[in-house]
């Protein structure tokens, strides 16, 4: 390839006209880290376009790519801002122009995005078995956490059952209901906020949020899913839950039982629940309900912007889309 196509520059805004180029980039790359870790036979499938939406918009300007010097997409990255937490992901780079260190670049470029709008939280997830990646990051000042488990929760039988859900209520008392999200998610982890995803969630009507309230009313919890499939072409197999914020942490037992009933209401045969290892309440409580382990990320920070679990209550943060 000539010096040309080499010449890479950004970052530039991901345009939804990006979408098809971006979802193949995405498709080979992450396939390609599947092959050199020794699982040649894994092709990971392009993302459903109505995800990808989700994604651009929830990361407005983090949402960056950068060009070959034919107008190629040679790299992105998304780094995701809920509050005073950040998250970058996805993230690759195209085969070809990786070991040029573009890789440090979009990683770097994320970082600065992510400080200058305040977070106090900077990490990413990745496969634990992926030595490359593991050391990359850490060259770049990121420190292992730990575990992020995907846990699916079968759909309860049919029943008449109706969780309760924000798309329900009419604009007045959703908005209000947002506001009562982010006040308990800011009690349990102060400065963190997930009205963004939540309101865009809605707006997109790719999913909804589960809410818990006691008997005065009062909320006790809630959890944000997608129902929308996460792969181009599939089926509604699984509801995938975003973000759960619980006022105690044996509330899980509740929250799962709401989004198993939710699940099915959504048509679809499970609930997937990615949980972060500090909560072995809630890994007991989903386990003993029959939850099955279905994957496993390394949750990794920046040194100097770790996560610190709360004193008391869940808040449950995916770090993927």
Known sequence: MNEIAHKVSGPFPIRLEDLPTLNVLFSDAFSERYRR??????????LNPVIWRFAIEGAGAGAMLWRDGLDRIAAFNLA???????????????????????GRTIVRAGVEHLRAAGCTVIGLETMPRTMDNIGFYGGMGFVPGRLTLTLTVEATPLSDVRPPVLSALGAAERAAAIAECAALTDRIRPGVDFSREIG?????A?????VLRDASGALEGFALFHDAPLVEGRSREEIRVLKCVLAEE?????????????ARRSGALRCAIRLQGEYAVA???????????????LRMTLSGFEERAPVRGLVLS???I
Do not use: K, Y
Request: with cysteine; charged share 25%; aromatic share 6%.
């Open 206 to 210: 790719i999913g909804d949020c589960v």
């Open 80 to 102: 995701h801002v809920s509050g005073r937490e950040g998250w970058m992901g996805p993230l690759a780079v195209r085969e070809e122009l990786q070991g040029r260190g573009l």
């Open 283 to 297: 890994f007991r409580t989903l386990i003993a309900r029959g939850a099955r382990v279905r994957w496993s990320d």
């Open 200 to 204: 865009i969630t809605l707006r997109q």
């Open 318 to 320: 995916n770090w993927e």
């Open 250 to 262: 044996a509330m899980m037992a509740r929250m799962a039982e709401q989004l198993a009933a939710q």
């Open 37 to 46: 870790d020794g699982m040649a036979g894994v092709r990971v499938p392009p």
